[in-house]
């Protein structure tokens, strides 16, 4: 099995950056990754003015999958997630949701073991080893892998966990596929700007759906499908998480504007991804009962 | 026990209206609910520009609760919600988070049955009967039921089910509390302005805590709570929801701001109430292995 280790990052998703590997359709690989801030804190006195701010929010990559050609489908299945023992948690000021308070820097080094974060006496959280940044070059420009979008990128879902799988749609020749940003729990917003930041591998499996592709990238987990979408305000991103469902459901059943819209009332699930990145990111749930795949590509 | 009917109805919720009802710390009592067309909606010909629309979303009391004085917490216990076994649900062209696509008013008559709405062929929803609009008088002013604030309202939060509670910070003697706009299911985000609107009945308990109340409205499940904010956008309501939550988490461990932010990043999940009220409505939510309730109220 191929091994791409975590000293191949990169800082943007590009159709520019030159592969560091490829993989074929139905191929294993394992990708190590480098924490959010490149694994330059190194204890809770480091200050966060020193950091090499060019080193932070990278990913491992990019990799060529063969005959991954624009307006597919490259489908990502997360197998296995396994983090290190040591994770950061920073504030930073002017950032995160509460980012108009006025606060200090500080940094946080939290031990994780047996499968818990030990934060701090009698306040210890059940791990969830999840992948902050996962994507692919888009069709132009350069977008920073701190950022999101269509491409995928620092999406920062919670629920984007070992037994999941990401579909993202392909842009360039290859894809180029890179991910990074482990966190070993982050909640539904990610309120402060920064997680549980540690390093990790993650063992993934790729392969493709040739001549379809997604709106947004979908997450599918055992019970559903979602949209992944993002937008300059949270308003927005629900507009366009919605916008995606209502459309698919009217494929999967052939109804009206208005009879998928009424049943987004009742079956579709806005959820917050994170509100502290670039763009705030909503998910658009859509119970396996009511959906199939092939309704949420075009 | 006594027995409010739905013919008791109020419009907005004020200081001004007369209680059509006491009840004291402890007692138990049903309350009849209208759905929130008022009933109006009897087939799936009528003409939305024919409604009433001051008859439209009105909630049932108010009730007196006997001992209850400005600054103390009213307690409302849902034990109960049955639903009758036919639900509307309707499309208002400009309205719901779509409101800026072109779509027709359309009216949709559902049955209700062996705990499933039927919805259409293939896509019948399981029934989670909850409570759309429920609060207490404010301050000063005159809301109307159709919006919601720190004295509840319109929350429509799926959650508000039975065997949750809720606390409301009461503001005048007597709370003047009051209850309405029953949906047999709804997701999280009630896309299209309505769900399954259906008159009812529920079961409550009230009791009261003295001297000490939520920022927000919290509710109770068995397993977490939540503050209930609202705001102009998403984004609003988001900030607003995170602002209580770390001020609650401060109180509980004696943590600085910082430190109670970097665990919100970590345990405070930010869902999505609603997108389609007059106010867009985000909860906080904290499990129970966090936090006290005594930590929940200044």
């Given at each position: 099995m191929k091994i791409v280790p975590r000293?191949?990052?990169?800082?943007s998703f590009s159709s520019q950056h030159k592969p560091v590997e490829h993989v074929k359709h139905g191929e294993l690989l394992l990708l190590e990754t480098e924490d959010a801030f490149g694994g330059q804190?190194?204890?809770?006195?480091?200050?966060?003015?020193?950091?090499?701010?060019?080193?932070?929010d990278g990913a491992t990559g990019p990799l060529f999958v063969e005959d991954a050609e624009p307006g597919d489908t490259l489908v990502v299945e997360i197998l296995d997630i396994k983090v290190k023992d040591k994770g950061v948690i920073v504030t930073v000021p002017?950032?995160?949701?509460?980012?108009g308070k006025r606060f200090n820097p500080s940094t946080k080094i939290v031990r994780i073991s047996k499968g818990y974060i030990h934060f701090d006496e009698g306040a210890r959280v059940k791990a969830n080893p999840m992948i902050g940044t996962i994507g692919v070059a888009p069709e132009s420009g350069d977008i920073p892998s701190s950022s999101l979008g269509k491409h995928g990128g620092?999406?920062?879902?919670?629920?984007?966990?070992?037994?999941t799988k990401l579909y993202l749609p392909v842009?360039?020749?290859?894809?180029l596929f890179a991910a990074g940003d482990m966190h070993a729990v982050q909640a539904d917003g990610e309120l402060c700007v920064s997680s549980v930041e540690v390093a990790g591998e993650v063992l993934l499996r790729f392969s493709l759906i040739k001549g379809k592709k997604p709106e947004w990238p979908i997450l599918e987990t055992r019970d559903w499908y979602a949209f992944l979408a993002c937008g300059d305000t949270l308003d927005d991103a629900a507009t366009f998480a919605t916008e995606a469902a209502v459309e698919a459901f009217m494929r999967e059943y052939k109804w009206s504007f208005e009879k998928a819209y009424m049943f987004g009332s009742l079956a579709i699930d806005l959820e917050i991804?994170?509100?502290?990145?670039p763009k705030k990111g909503v998910r658009a749930v859509m119970s396996k009962d009511f959906i199939s795949l092939s309704s949420l590509l075009t």
């Open positions: 000293s191949k990052v990169i800082y804190i190194k204890n809770e006195e480091a200050s966060l003015n020193e950091l090499n701010w060019s080193r932070v002017k950032s995160g949701i509460l980012g620092n999406m920062d879902v919670k629920k984007l966990t070992a037994g842009f360039v020749e290859g894809a991804n994170q509100v502290v990145d």
